[in-house]
């Protein structure tokens, strides 16, 4: 460490200490100027953010805001990281999916900065029999492979292995994970799976390859049904401890059953959350391996969220996955998993796996993220979330095994009634745009030509729902398209705009975003006689709507205008409907469709 020389100058010798009282003054203020009459710890409240799970976060955190000493890298409860150096010896493990057999592909990944595979077999995969095809060229004791094989992992995880040895690969150079996880198919499936074959494969890895692993606890099937980050770790929580039970009862030891054991997590866009979240599962990981008499590190593999990927506008994913990956990198995982940007559409393309490769190139390589140990460590914020988060998912977590445990809670139907209420709520904000999607909820672009991608194989279903932040937008944009196949136009809606543009751009830029957000093409030209629409909004400020809003509204009737909408708030005379900043965007649009004739 570098000691300054005491020179007498401090870099803030001119400026008074200042006190959180003095903060919350100020805010007091400036809230005050916006009609709200609050003091003290109300007025932090009032800009404070209320996120799932019943968290917060406020505008402002400091020393004051304590939370559990989160301990050294690589040492319980693993907060900080799961090796005490981090992932600074080279980056984290940059793991490519593979649900196709493409020629050459999976080699092409890891000569062009993937390091280890991720090969999914089976129904929704690669057939098993192909395995041996996907990995032609691939030098085994150098690459781990990951699979992820459902109901087929013990003719999957046999087929691997041989592999192995037909290459002459030792047993002590083998690295990876088979994949198996039965309960974590049976969320996806509602289909039950006889454990023994599990327990039988980890037992095998435990005596005869040390560098393998048996099991995945995979979170993904929570994060896609709605669910929070709250109920993704304890779910995650439940299934490990399930399968910790499973093990030891087969004949493994602790230490060995913990071994054995993988978790996959989704990586999001929202930044500090995922931090959060990857930070908050080691520490929960970690208290469950001390009760069990196992302590040691959760072994990490994030995923890019597929719940946030777009198929509108997809190019835009790309900086969600870049974000995603800073995220699940800052959070110490051990493996990350970028989807290609068009992961939505299909089979990526050769270009979309590379843009997919080289995001955590960059991170590693260029932006050197990998070279500091923990780098949100230390940040007020970060750790009262992590904590804060950590408690949320341990409450859920214990109510799961209150409730029988994972298998239980699955069978009940109770997990999926869960999911589905955060997923219920989450929707209304997304449908009133106060979570917006860049590209498809704002700053849509009606005359862009699709992407276009090969099918990629069905996924197992039949269990817990997939969701998709776009879901609602996506098929109001359905109906538009077909509108356009059928009748050569999409549905048009006429910006009326009164007085000079000072005055009505910024609602007028409001309306059109919001209305082709359903697909519905905005016309500001002309006169609304000429524009092929069927409906219009005024669009000005409150003051000419009190002057020239009645007038206007009854010029628009006579061209025949069937349905006036304002931009704003208020009661105006001739008006059907108003649009304004957090109504429910997604009701508005499909009732507008629905007057339209638009199926």
């Known amino acids: 460490m570098t000691v300054l020389p005491d020179d007498g100058l401090s870099l803030a010798a001119e400026f008074p200490d200042a006190t959180h009282e003095q903060w919350q003054h100020l805010v007091e203020g400036v809230l005050r100027k916006s009609g709200k009459e609050v003091s003290g710890a109300a007025a932090e409240d009032a800009l404070s953010t209320t996120l799932e799970d019943g968290l917060r976060t406020r505008p402002l955190y400091t020393a004051r805001d304590d939370a559990p000493d989160p301990g050294l890298p690589g040492f319980a409860p693993?907060?900080?990281?799961?090796?005490?150096?981090?992932?600074?010896?080279?980056?984290?493990?940059?793991?490519?999916?593979?649900?196709?057999?493409?020629?050459?592909?999976?080699?092409?990944?890891?000569?062009?900065?993937?390091?280890?595979?991720?090969?999914?077999?089976?129904?929704?995969?690669?057939?098993?029999?192909?395995?041996?095809?996907?990995?032609?060229?691939?030098?085994?004791?150098?690459?781990?492979?990951?699979?992820?094989?459902?109901?087929?992992?013990?003719?999957?995880?046999?087929?691997?292995?041989?592999?192995?040895?037909?290459?002459?690969?030792?047993a002590g150079a083998v690295r990876g994970n088979l994949g198996g996880d039965p309960l974590g198919y049976e969320a996806r499936t509602g289909t039950r799976l006889d454990l023994a074959p599990y327990t039988a494969l980890a037992a095998r890895c435990a005596g005869q390859y040390p560098g393998l692993r048996a099991l995945t606890v995979d979170a993904l099937p929570y994060h896609e049904a709605g669910g929070s980050a709250a109920q993704e770790l304890g779910?995650?929580?439940?299934?490990?401890?399930?399968?910790?039970?499973?093990?030891?009862?087969?004949?493994?030891?602790?230490?060995?059953?913990?071994?054995?054991?993988?978790?996959?997590?989704?990586?999001?866009?929202?930044?500090?959350?995922?931090?959060?979240?990857?930070?908050?599962?080691?520490?929960?990981?970690?208290?469950?391996?001390?009760?069990?008499?196992?302590?040691?590190?959760?072994?990490?593999?994030?995923?890019?969220?597929?719940?946030?990927?777009?198929?509108?506008?997809?190019?835009?994913?790309?900086?969600?996955?870049?974000?995603?990956?800073?995220?699940?990198g800052v959070g110490g995982a051990d493996s990350v998993t970028v989807l290609p940007f068009d992961h939505a559409l299909g089979l990526p393309d050769a270009f979309s796996r590379r843009i997919a490769r080289n995001t955590s190139t960059i991170l590693i390589e260029e932006s050197h993220l990998a070279r500091v140990i923990d780098p949100a460590g230390g940040s007020w914020y970060v750790e009262r979330l992590t904590d804060e988060l950590a408690r949320a998912a341990w409450e859920f977590f214990r109510s799961i095994e209150r409730d029988g445990g994972q298998a239980a809670v699955l069978r009940s139907g109770r997990l999926r009634t869960d999911l589905a209420t955060t997923w219920a709520e989450r929707s209304k904000k997304l449908a009133k745009r106060r979570e917006p999607i860049t590209g498809v909820s704002e700053f849509p672009l009606l005359a862009e030509k699709p992407v276009e991608r090969e099918p990629a194989p069905e996924p197992p279903s039949g269990g817990l729902p997939r969701v998709r932040r776009d879901e609602a937008y996506e098929e109001l944009r359905a109906r538009s398209d077909a509108h356009l196949a059928a009748t050569g136009a999409r549905p048009r809606i006429f910006l009326a705009t009164i007085g000079p543009a000072a005055a009505y751009t910024a609602r007028a830029t409001f309306a059109a975003n919001l209305f082709q957000a359903g697909g519905i093409e905005p016309v500001s030209e002309g006169?609304?006689?000429?524009?092929?629409?069927?409906?219009?909004?005024?669009?000005?400020?409150?003051?000419?709507?009190?002057?020239?809003?009645?007038?206007?509204?009854?010029?628009?009737?006579a061209a025949g205008a069937r349905h006036l909408f304002l931009a704003g708030r208020g009661e105006h005379a001739g008006i059907d409907s108003y649009v304004f900043a957090g109504c429910d965007a997604v009701a508005v649009l499909s009732a507008t469709l629905d007057r339209m004739g638009v199926s």
């Open 235 to 328: 779910a995650s929580l439940a299934t490990g401890v399930a399968y910790l039970r499973e093990l030891t009862e087969a004949g493994l030891d602790v230490e060995q059953a913990a071994g054995q054991l993988e978790f996959r997590y989704a990586a999001t866009a929202d930044q500090f959350l995922t931090i959060a979240k990857l930070r908050a599962a080691r520490r929960l990981w970690a208290r469950v391996a001390e009760v069990c008499g196992a302590p040691g590190a959760q072994v990490q593999h994030a995923v890019t969220s597929p719940v946030m990927m777009a198929r509108r506008d997809p190019w835009v994913n790309m900086l969600r996955t870049t974000v995603a990956t800073l995220a699940a």
């Open 78 to 170: 693993y907060v900080r990281g799961s090796r005490p150096e981090g992932n600074t010896a080279g980056g984290w493990d940059v793991r490519q999916r593979h649900t196709a057999l493409t020629e050459g592909a999976p080699l092409a990944d890891l000569e062009n900065g993937g390091t280890s595979l991720w090969l999914v077999l089976g129904e929704g995969g690669i057939p098993v029999d192909g395995l041996g095809r996907a990995l032609e060229g691939v030098y085994l004791d150098l690459a781990p492979v990951v699979l992820d094989a459902g109901r087929d992992t013990e003719r999957a995880a046999e087929a691997l292995l041989g592999l192995y040895a037909d290459n002459g690969v030792d």
């Open 527 to 557: 006169r609304f006689e000429d524009s092929g629409a069927t409906e219009a909004v005024l669009c000005s400020s409150d003051a000419l709507y009190a002057e020239q809003g009645a007038q206007a509204a009854e010029s628009l009737r």
